[in-house]
């Protein structure tokens, strides 16, 4: 059964640098599209970056351009890179993943960590 564990949050002033990292474990990830998420208080949980099996990468547009999210399969880790971050990017942030191999869509990730608070302070 595979497992994720996001690391790597925290509070940083805006205009500010957090990278986070997803480690999974129970299964390799390099034939899986692996995601972010996050939710913000009081607001329902919102797509933030994807990279598909491929390493292609997806991203929500109001991070487009501030965002970076890449994968070590060998390492089984996904990082999200962000920078110049905004108190709207205030959330918890999740890493997720889907059952079915080589596939990608925003809304086949089922398998979610615990999350990640990302506090930016304005």
């Known amino acids: 059964q595979v497992q994720l564990v996001e690391s790597g949050g925290g509070l940083v002033q805006g205009g500010g640098s957090v990278r986070l990292s997803c480690a999974a474990s129970g299964r390799t990830i390099s034939m899986y599209s692996m995601g972010w998420f996050r939710q913000a208080p009081g607001k329902e949980r919102e797509f933030v970056a994807a990279i598909r099996w491929t390493g292609g990468t997806d991203y929500a547009d109001s991070v487009k351009g501030r965002f970076t999210v890449s994968r070590n399969n060998a390492e089984n880790v996904m990082t999200l890179q962000m920078n110049s971050l905004k108190p709207e990017d205030t959330a918890v942030y999740y890493c997720?993943?889907?059952?079915?191999?080589?596939?990608?869509?925003?809304?086949?990730?089922?398998?979610w960590g615990q999350g990640t608070q990302v506090t930016v302070s304005s």
């Open positions: 997720a993943t889907t059952t079915t191999a080589y596939s990608y869509t925003r809304r086949a990730f089922n398998i």
